[in-house]
């Protein structure tokens, strides 16, 4: 599986962006799939995961209620809407694919388990 995410860019605090990751393979519809973010100096995060089926979601505390992760396998394709953006969230975002861990499991233990695919970051910047 490979993956590409994009969509970034530049928007002022307050503002929206929706994050898109495609995946080659047959077999995407297989994978949890997961959000992480990395800003400077700092360790990289976890943000939202779904499930492969995209009926249970997870979502980091920071994000909740203003990031909404979803899927669509028809496009191999997951999305994350960034709502009411503010400056802390400025990083670099990757979308990341695991075959085997649960989304609870990708939530909490994502660095211990590890992720079966990476995909490379698209960079978001939040100006205050």
């Known amino acids: 599986v490979q993956l590409q995410a994009s969509g970034g860019g530049l928007v002022q605090a307050g503002g929206s962006l929706r994050l898109s990751c495609a995946a080659s393979?047959?077999?995407?519809?297989?994978?949890?799939m997961g959000w992480f973010r990395q800003a400077p100096g700092k360790e990289r995060e976890f943000v939202a995961a779904?499930?492969?089926?995209?009926?249970?979601?997870r979502h980091a505390d920071s994000v909740k209620g203003r990031f909404t992760i979803s899927r669509d396998n028809a496009k191999n394709t997951v999305y994350l809407q960034m709502n009411s953006l503010k400056p802390e969230d400025t990083a670099v975002y990757y979308c990341a694919a695991s075959q085997s861990s649960s989304i609870s499991t990708i939530a909490t233990m994502w660095a211990r388990y590890g992720m079966d695919y990476w995909g490379k970051g698209t960079q978001v910047t939040v100006s205050s």
């Open positions: 779904i499930s492969w089926s995209g009926a249970n979601t």
């Open positions: 393979g047959r077999t995407f519809s297989t994978y949890a």
